[in-house]
């Protein structure tokens, strides 16, 4: 009898233990179940396709003889994109049936990728999404911007007015004089107007090459960052910023160049981010020395902050005791006696790929001895541009 109580008793364990994983068992189908009734998509790109919406919806009935919901349609990479809308896994392995059965007959290749879906999705997403916030800060810049370049048109027509009563010879040399200025300010602006839009264009291409990018969110994040820094440029509308692409050309053809501008034109400021953009920074340092500490750092202070970059990062200064510098540093604000005591370690500038001696008119000692030096490194070298 115990024998027999025993049994029973490890008997209705064993069922209990064994009803247990049926129900997990079912309320994992359940589960799946509940998943698939979820819905499924595949993302479909349409090669040699080059019809509407609508086209392609008949297109793609017409292959699997079955209404076919589908969005984010759009042209791209030699044809179309579009996801794919499905209720099953079966209705999915039907339609990638028929759609290689098709792709034998036509000329017209469909491609159905399903583990790129969510990628793919979130990738034209953010691509749409900075696309169109970029075309709205570029659109009221540029508006500010043109807003500026109707004030200067008006002031010359009004301008140029006076000079057809009677006036006085000094009063018509003034207005003539006047009415130069403006027009040499209207064609700076209109100079300044193209290279924002010249850079747009690039930004777009850089745009469209990130689709085949992996690392998506950071490359957005280094063109956005790029585009706010020219949104300011174009804001500020210095001289300098007119003439970045004939800078640019100077600099690069010549192995010794000689900038000459007004005071508040940028030299300081902008030469230097200039050069980076144009890939000096490469194969080298690009270094502009001041004649005075408090100036130096305060520089790099401001260039630092319109990279939108923190002092130290990508811009850095070095001034007698006064470091701030890192292995991300790019452009190097210094002292031209700091420079020259470097030259005294290495005569060739060997570290720096641009050497920018600003406030060069001023002759001091230090500077005078630095050009000399540089002068002889640039002999031998063949990359260092000055």
Not at 9 to 32: C, F, H, P, V, W
Not at 242 to 268: C, F, H, P, Q, Y
Not at 271 to 299: D, E
Not at 338 to 367: P, Q
Request: with cysteine.
């Amino acid at each position: 009898m115990e024998y027999s109580y025993g049994t029973q008793g490890r008997m209705a364990k064993t069922s209990s233990n064994q009803s247990g994983r049926n129900i997990k068992r079912r309320a994992l189908r359940e589960q799946k179940t509940e998943s698939k009734k979820k819905g499924q998509n595949l993302y479909l790109n349409i090669i040699n396709f080059d019809g509407n919406e609508e086209q392609l919806r008949s297109l793609l009935e017409k292959v699997t003889r079955r209404s076919f919901p589908f969005k984010e349609f759009r042209h791209g990479n030699g044809g179309a994109n579009c996801i794919a809308e499905f209720s099953s896994a079966r209705q999915i392995k039907e339609a990638l049936y028929d759609f290689v059965t098709h792709n034998k007959k036509s000329n017209i290749k469909i491609i159905a990728r399903q583990e790129l879906v969510k990628r793919q999705i979130s990738k034209e997403s953010q691509l749409s999404q900075h696309l169109d916030k970029m075309t709205n800060e570029a659109s009221d810049v540029l508006s500010t911007h043109q807003g500026q370049i109707d004030s200067i048109k008006n002031r010359i027509d009004q301008t140029g007015y006076k000079k057809k009563g009677f006036m006085s010879m000094d009063e018509f040399n003034r207005v003539e004089g006047e009415v130069k200025a403006l027009k040499s300010k209207l064609k700076e602006m209109d100079l300044q107007k193209k290279e924002f839009r010249d850079f747009l264009q690039c930004t777009i291409d850089k745009l469209e090459k990130v689709r085949e990018t992996k690392k998506i969110d950071s490359e957005l994040k280094m063109i956005y960052s790029a585009f706010q820094v020219e949104c300011a440029r174009l804001s500020s509308a210095l001289p300098m910023y007119a003439r970045r692409t004939d800078i640019i050309s100077m600099v690069t053809e010549n192995k010794v160049s000689i900038l000459l501008g007004e005071t508040g034109s940028g030299k300081s400021t902008q030469v230097a981010q200039y050069m980076y953009q144009a890939g000096l920074a490469n194969t080298g340092f690009i270094v502009c020395t001041q004649p005075r500490k408090i100036a130096a750092i305060s520089l790099a202070t401001h260039v630092s902050q319109e990279m939108r970059t923190s002092v130290g990062q990508l811009v850095g200064y070095k001034v007698g005791m006064q470091i701030r510098q890192s292995h991300d540093t790019k452009i190097l604000y210094m002292t031209d006696h700091m420079l020259l005591n470097e030259c005294l370690k290495d005569e060739n500038f060997s570290a720096y790929s641009c050497i920018i001696v600003d406030e060069a008119h001023e002759r001091s000692i230090y500077t005078d001895l630095l050009l000399g030096m540089i002068k002889r490194a640039s002999i031998t070298d063949q990359i260092l541009e000055w």
